[in-house]
């Protein structure tokens, strides 16, 4: 196939009329043996032109139908531990059959981690490639009718994908705030949830979404456990949630109880937010696979985050607790995303991406998992919220036909932020000059560079405000003096681990390595400082972020430099 500049040369040699039929034919009565001799000759030339300019087109990055940019999925389970699929921890008790197989077809990354370990912070950082905590946010989530976490004229990950010729589809859970409309507009509340029995008018848009942050399109949830409970397709919600909430304990645990009486649509039934999210995606990667462009697919997962709430397949079908089934359920989910690639016929320009927000959570039937034999962390300190690894390491699994050795592993160090500068590289394109502040791409280790170059060090963040940084084989742990609300405004306790040979965390070292541990809380305070961790000249930090002392408040004022 001649590339996308041939024509306009080809127009200046009348290519057409050198290749029409009433030109190409053998010698006669019309043609006589000369004559075809020399378009036979124009013929070959033309032939190796076009291999030229083909070659020529391919090195500058154009791509035809037959040769365009790879198809991107990328898959995020909720509160999905490290310790989470069978096959990278075999003796661990919940079949995760699909998931297996995605192992065994691709990459697994064992030094993976979410930015933050929780929720929005994690889903900010993978879509924007910067760490949440340099914005206004400094500790939790997004809570009920808060307004976006991203800006509006920040560059999102999905949106550079759209510039760059992407069809961007987002199914599943948001979590990042909406500009909710109603008598007042959405604030920055101290108190979790504070806006939740305030009036919103739902027949209206909702601005500030996927929609608005770079996606072409939407289907899905805020997200199950805080209101308004109902669908939302791109900025309008679906089904007006016209009820109120009734807490239905026989089909899902673990659900607020503060939201009963809070705004839900008809007939909602927690157990069916999967199904109808996997059923969605499915759809949509069918639908997509038909189109001439390129997609992103951002299939955001509700499970097992709670409500636990598996759907009647699954209730069960682990023999071990609800939360193993919800595990259970959301490996299938995976997987019938999966089989949908390859059904549709394009896997082998498919990349698709299996990770998690954070570690498992702990509160959701931790302790039935583990009396059954079950590691969420793996040989990880902690959970879902906390500083150490288990609340932040997580399964990343990438499979990428042709590209990706398959049943490999890598032992080089992510970020989930790192999924942006590694998605321009895949299309060879530049990072924009403003924005993905702290990604770096792994894409050499991915492809299984024997000696990819290593990452700059690693910020990681807690539930409540509490960073960690990773440099290499070594932690430095910032953690809090006691309870959020009592450690306020006090310094915190600083902490060295040696990760090669402590990965449990048990050893603090900051007395035996002084040196090292002054070196690290340094190296910290300028990269939260310089407000990016790639070498940029436009980077600054939303509010002034606090690293040594505990932070006074969940919303940090807005920095005046800004």
């Given at each position: 196939m001649i590339c996308g500049l041939c024509p306009?040369?080809?127009?200046?040699?009348?290519?057409?009329?050198?290749?029409?039929?009433?030109?190409?034919?053998s010698p006669s009565?019309?043609?006589?043996?000369?004559?075809?001799?020399?378009?036979?000759?124009?013929?070959?030339?033309f032939h190796c032109f076009a291999?030229?300019?083909?070659?020529?087109?391919?090195?500058?990055?154009?791509?035809?139908?037959?040769?365009?940019?790879?198809?991107?999925?990328?898959?995020?389970?909720?509160?999905?531990?490290?310790?989470?699929?069978?096959?990278?921890?075999?003796?661990?008790?919940?079949?995760?059959?699909?998931?297996?197989?995605l192992v065994r077809q691709g990459v697994s990354f064992t030094d993976a981690h979410s930015p933050s370990a929780v929720c929005s912070p994690t889903r900010?950082?993978?879509?924007?490639?910067?760490?949440?905590?340099?914005?206004?946010?400094?500790?939790?989530?997004?809570a009920a009718y808060e307004p976006p976490l991203i800006a509006a004229n920040r560059i999102t990950l999905p949106g550079f994908l759209r510039q760059h010729g992407y069809h961007t589809s987002c199914v599943g859970k948001w979590h990042l705030g909406w500009d909710w409309q109603g008598p007042q507009a959405p604030r920055m509340t101290e108190a979790r949830n504070g806006q939740k029995n305030m009036q919103w008018d739902f027949e209206q848009s909702i601005t500030g979404g996927p929609v608005h942050r770079g996606f072409d399109d939407f289907f899905g949830v805020d997200l199950p456990n805080i209101p308004p409970f109902t669908w939302i397709r791109n900025d309008r919600i679906a089904i007006l949630p016209t009820q109120k909430y009734v807490n239905d304990t026989s089909i899902q645990e673990y659900m607020p109880q503060i939201f009963a009486g809070c705004p839900v649509a008809p007939g909602w039934k927690l157990d069916r937010i999967m199904p109808e999210l996997t059923a969605e995606a499915v759809r949509k990667v069918h639908e997509l696979a038909d189109q001439e462009k390129p997609f992103f697919l951002y299939f955001s997962q509700t499970s097992p985050h709670e409500p636990v709430s598996p759907s009647e397949k699954f209730r069960g079908a682990s023999g071990i607790a609800p939360i193993a089934d919800f595990v259970m359920e959301t490996d299938w989910s995976a997987g019938q995303v999966i089989k949908?690639?390859?059904?549709?016929?394009?896997a082998d320009n498919t990349i698709i991406i299996f990770t998690a927000d954070n570690g498992h959570s702990h509160y959701t039937g931790w302790n039935e998992l583990v009396n059954a034999g079950h590691a969420p962390s793996g040989e990880y300190r902690g959970h879902k919220g906390d500083i150490w690894e288990g609340g932040h390491r997580v399964p990343l699994v990438v499979r990428w036909p042709q590209h990706v050795t398959a049943a490999s592993t890598s032992n080089h160090m992510v970020s989930l932020t790192d999924l942006f500068a590694t998605c321009a590289e895949i299309i060879q394109q530049d990072l924009p000059a403003r924005g993905a502040e702290d990604?770096?791409?792994?894409?050499?280790?991915?492809?299984?560079?024997?000696?990819?170059?290593?990452?700059?060090?690693?910020?990681?963040?807690?539930?409540?405000?509490?960073?960690?940084l990773r440099d290499g084989q070594w932690k430095l742990v910032l953690r809090n003096r006691g309870p959020l609300e009592k450690s306020r405004g006090q310094n915190r306790i600083a902490e060295l681990y040696n990760l090669q040979e402590d990965p449990a965390e048990?050893?603090?070292?900051?007395?035996?390595?002084?040196?090292?541990?002054?070196?690290?809380?340094?190296?910290?305070?300028?990269?939260?400082?310089?407000?990016?961790?790639?070498?940029?000249?436009?980077?600054?930090?939303?509010?002034?972020?606090?690293?040594?002392?505990?932070?006074?408040?969940?919303?940090a004022d807005a920095s005046s430099t800004k």
């Amino acid at each position: 196939m001649i590339c996308g500049l041939c024509p306009v040369v080809a127009q200046r040699f009348r290519v057409r009329d050198v290749f029409s039929s009433r030109h190409v034919q053998s010698p006669s009565t019309k043609t006589n043996a000369g004559e075809f001799k020399d378009m036979v000759t124009l013929h070959r030339s033309f032939h190796c032109f076009a291999v030229i300019c083909s070659a020529l087109c391919l090195s500058i990055g154009i791509s035809t139908a037959a040769d365009r940019q790879p198809n991107i999925i990328v898959i995020l389970a909720d509160d999905f531990g490290v310790g989470d699929i069978q096959a990278h921890y075999p003796a661990n008790k919940i079949a995760t059959p699909h998931l297996d197989r995605l192992v065994r077809q691709g990459v697994s990354f064992t030094d993976a981690h979410s930015p933050s370990a929780v929720c929005s912070p994690t889903r900010y950082g993978l879509l924007t490639g910067r760490y949440a905590w340099r914005t206004q946010l400094q500790e939790w989530v997004i809570a009920a009718y808060e307004p976006p976490l991203i800006a509006a004229n920040r560059i999102t990950l999905p949106g550079f994908l759209r510039q760059h010729g992407y069809h961007t589809s987002c199914v599943g859970k948001w979590h990042l705030g909406w500009d909710w409309q109603g008598p007042q507009a959405p604030r920055m509340t101290e108190a979790r949830n504070g806006q939740k029995n305030m009036q919103w008018d739902f027949e209206q848009s909702i601005t500030g979404g996927p929609v608005h942050r770079g996606f072409d399109d939407f289907f899905g949830v805020d997200l199950p456990n805080i209101p308004p409970f109902t669908w939302i397709r791109n900025d309008r919600i679906a089904i007006l949630p016209t009820q109120k909430y009734v807490n239905d304990t026989s089909i899902q645990e673990y659900m607020p109880q503060i939201f009963a009486g809070c705004p839900v649509a008809p007939g909602w039934k927690l157990d069916r937010i999967m199904p109808e999210l996997t059923a969605e995606a499915v759809r949509k990667v069918h639908e997509l696979a038909d189109q001439e462009k390129p997609f992103f697919l951002y299939f955001s997962q509700t499970s097992p985050h709670e409500p636990v709430s598996p759907s009647e397949k699954f209730r069960g079908a682990s023999g071990i607790a609800p939360i193993a089934d919800f595990v259970m359920e959301t490996d299938w989910s995976a997987g019938q995303v999966i089989k949908a690639v390859d059904a549709a016929g394009i896997a082998d320009n498919t990349i698709i991406i299996f990770t998690a927000d954070n570690g498992h959570s702990h509160y959701t039937g931790w302790n039935e998992l583990v009396n059954a034999g079950h590691a969420p962390s793996g040989e990880y300190r902690g959970h879902k919220g906390d500083i150490w690894e288990g609340g932040h390491r997580v399964p990343l699994v990438v499979r990428w036909p042709q590209h990706v050795t398959a049943a490999s592993t890598s032992n080089h160090m992510v970020s989930l932020t790192d999924l942006f500068a590694t998605c321009a590289e895949i299309i060879q394109q530049d990072l924009p000059a403003r924005g993905a502040e702290d990604s770096v791409s792994f894409l050499s280790a991915a492809l299984g560079s024997a000696s990819p170059a290593r990452r700059p060090a690693m910020i990681n963040h807690s539930n409540h405000g509490e960073f960690a940084l990773r440099d290499g084989q070594w932690k430095l742990v910032l953690r809090n003096r006691g309870p959020l609300e009592k450690s306020r405004g006090q310094n915190r306790i600083a902490e060295l681990y040696n990760l090669q040979e402590d990965p449990a965390e048990t050893t603090n070292l900051s007395i035996t390595e002084p040196d090292r541990l002054a070196a690290m809380q340094t190296q910290l305070q300028k990269l939260v400082s310089r407000g990016a961790t790639r070498d940029i000249s436009i980077a600054a930090n939303d509010s002034d972020v606090q690293v040594q002392i505990t932070q006074q408040k969940r919303w940090a004022d807005a920095s005046s430099t800004k």
